[in-house]
């Protein structure tokens, strides 16, 4: 039998999981973080299996194949690749996180829920909030605000960066108010939350946030309800988006966030003035689905992105977007492969929609606002999307237990013909 154990006994793994989740962030261009962030990994393993007696329950699953798979692909990507060095690097990363994430795997299965990983991406976000406090001072972030400038880019500091992760952790923030239906020292994270976010000037951050909160909360209130009553709450929080969008044209520190998110919308339309980055952006889009146009099956190779850019428009960027990146790099058959892993999720949490609870909704959450960052980021090569991936995974693994727990047993039949004793 399966050794129950509770929270104070998983609290080392769960403190562990928070640092692990912080370091993809503090440490970014720190030149040990990598082997900081694989031993992370080595103690959260020891630590479980100091708890676990010396073992840990070695199972196989989707997660593991899909990541073997996206790897492997990376790597033959090398023999059509425009840029072969980077799809060798491409390839070498997907595998380092194949390893350590199979590790972590391996610990975060034996929690009885998810929320030590839930937990980690709330402190990760908390972690980088004080960290640019530290870093520029309050007066520092409320001059940004007054001027109407962004956070701008030092050390291993990028806006946009931590614009998602301060975006991701107040969505779990809400979460847990929700959930303990009461407010505690660390829900007041929320406050310089909403600061940071701001003054990164982040369209995306702000669009996660925003579409975040009211998918999570749509997403609590529907349990139980009828067709009709979900149709109301769904106007209701269209109602209340747009609402949330007045208000920040309104306030003066989201001034320069909400000029950035005019142009971008300008840029789409066509109406109205927009500025380079908004239609470098767009252009970049652009370019990558062309490509795809033209080498539909396995694209131009995994990391090339940038020579598309530099090809069509005379800018090695990458291609700002992760869906045309993947398209323009791997094809569709690339494409497939990495998207596959969100549709076996999805398809999971439809299945076990029964036995899902609030801490389903929140996993979904987190991973329906990853794609609309991939909308404006290149993410498929950062730690952070596999431990969201992870984490809605996991969530489904327990969907999965719930189900077979409610399954009534089947009684031993007994043989008509043997001797009764």
Same mark, same amino acid.
């Given at each position: 039998?399966?050794?129950?154990?509770?929270?104070?006994?998983?609290?080392? $793994? #769960?403190? &562990?999981?928070?640092?692990?989740?912080?370091?993809?962030?503090?440490?970014?261009?720190?030149? !040990?973080?990598?082997?900081?962030?694989?031993?992370?990994? @080595?103690?959260?393993?020891?630590?479980?299996?100091?708890?676990?007696?010396? #073992?840990?329950?070695?199972?196989?699953?989707?997660?593991?194949?899909?990541?073997?798979?996206?790897?492997?692909?990376?790597?033959?990507?090398?023999?059509?690749?425009?840029?072969?060095?980077?799809?060798?690097?491409?390839?070498?990363?997907?595998?380092?996180?194949?390893?350590?994430?199979?590790?972590?795997?391996?610990?975060?299965?034996?929690?009885?829920?998810?929320?030590?990983?839930?937990?980690?991406?709330?402190?990760?976000?908390?972690?980088?909030?004080?960290?640019?406090?530290?870093?520029?001072?309050?007066?520092?972030?409320?001059?940004?605000?007054?001027?109407?400038?962004?956070? $701008?880019?030092?050390?291993?500091?990028?806006?946009?960066?931590?614009?998602?992760?301060?975006?991701?952790?107040?969505?779990?923030?809400?979460?847990?108010? +929700?959930?303990?239906?009461?407010?505690?020292?660390?829900? @007041?994270?929320?406050?310089?939350?909403?600061?940071?976010?701001?003054?990164?000037?982040?369209?995306?951050?702000?669009?996660?946030?925003?579409?975040? %909160?009211?998918?999570?909360?749509?997403?609590?209130?529907?349990?139980?309800?009828?067709?009709?009553?979900?149709?109301?709450?769904?106007?209701?929080?269209?109602?209340?988006?747009?609402?949330?969008?007045? &208000?920040?044209?309104?306030? $003066?520190?989201?001034?320069?966030?909400?000029? #950035?998110? @005019?142009?971008?919308?300008?840029?789409?339309?066509?109406?109205?003035?927009?500025?380079?980055?908004?239609?470098?952006? &767009?252009?970049?889009?652009?370019?990558?689905?062309?490509?795809?146009?033209?080498?539909?099956? %396995?694209?131009?190779?995994?990391?090339?992105?940038?020579?598309?850019?530099?090809?069509?428009?005379?800018?090695?960027? !990458?291609?700002?977007?992760?869906?045309? /990146?993947?398209?323009?790099?791997?094809?569709? +058959?690339?494409?497939?492969?990495?998207?596959?892993?969100?549709?076996?999720?999805?398809?999971?949490?439809?299945? !076990?929609?029964?036995?899902?609870?609030?801490?389903?909704?929140?996993?979904?959450?987190?991973?329906?606002?990853? %794609?609309?960052?991939?909308?404006?980021?290149?993410?498929? !090569?950062?730690?952070?999307?596999?431990?969201?991936?992870?984490?809605?995974?996991? /969530?489904? /693994?327990?969907?999965?237990?719930?189900? #077979?727990?409610?399954?009534?047993?089947?009684?031993?039949?007994?043989?008509?013909?043997?001797?009764?004793?």
């Amino acid at each position: 039998m399966q050794q129950t154990l509770g929270k104070s006994e998983y609290l080392v $793994p #769960r403190l &562990l999981a928070a640092l692990l989740f912080s370091a993809f962030f503090v440490l970014f261009d720190w030149t !040990y973080a990598s082997v900081t962030i694989l031993l992370l990994f @080595l103690l959260t393993a020891v630590s479980m299996m100091l708890l676990r007696g010396g #073992r840990l329950t070695i199972r196989i699953t989707f997660f593991h194949v899909w990541m073997l798979a996206f790897g492997l692909f990376c790597f033959l990507s090398v023999i059509w690749a425009w840029d072969t060095e980077n799809a060798m690097t491409k390839g070498k990363t997907a595998f380092s996180m194949l390893i350590c994430y199979s590790l972590a795997f391996l610990c975060y299965q034996e929690f009885d829920s998810v929320d030590g990983l839930l937990k980690a991406v709330l402190w990760g976000g908390n972690a980088v909030m004080l960290v640019i406090f530290a870093t520029f001072g309050v007066h520092g972030i409320l001059s940004l605000l007054e001027y109407g400038d962004r956070l $701008p880019e030092e050390f291993y500091l990028n806006s946009n960066v931590v614009g998602v992760v301060c975006a991701m952790s107040m969505v779990v923030n809400v979460y847990y108010i +929700l959930k303990e239906k009461r407010i505690y020292w660390w829900n @007041l994270f929320l406050l310089p939350g909403v600061i940071i976010l701001s003054a990164t000037g982040s369209r995306q951050a702000l669009a996660i946030m925003a579409g975040g %909160l009211i998918l999570l909360v749509f997403l609590t209130v529907i349990r139980g309800r009828s067709p009709g009553e979900i149709a109301v709450l769904l106007a209701g929080g269209v109602l209340l988006l747009a609402g949330m969008l007045i &208000l920040i044209s309104r306030l $003066p520190a989201f001034s320069g966030i909400y000029k #950035r998110m @005019l142009s971008m919308v300008s840029a789409m339309t066509g109406v109205g003035k927009t500025d380079r980055s908004a239609t470098t952006r &767009l252009a970049l889009i652009d370019v990558g689905l062309e490509q795809f146009k033209r080498t539909p099956l %396995l694209g131009i190779g995994m990391g090339s992105g940038h020579l598309v850019g530099w090809k069509y428009l005379n800018k090695a960027f !990458y291609l700002h977007n992760n869906f045309a /990146e993947v398209l323009a790099g791997g094809g569709l +058959l690339g494409f497939s492969i990495y998207y596959s892993i969100y549709i076996c999720i999805f398809v999971r949490y439809i299945r !076990y929609r029964r036995y899902a609870t609030l801490e389903t909704a929140v996993c979904a959450t987190l991973l329906v606002m990853a %794609l609309v960052e991939d909308y404006a980021s290149v993410t498929y !090569y950062l730690k952070e999307t596999y431990f969201y991936l992870m984490l809605g995974f996991l /969530e489904t /693994e327990k969907l999965k237990q719930s189900c #077979r727990a409610s399954l009534p047993r089947m009684p031993i039949l007994q043989n008509e013909g043997a001797e009764r004793i």
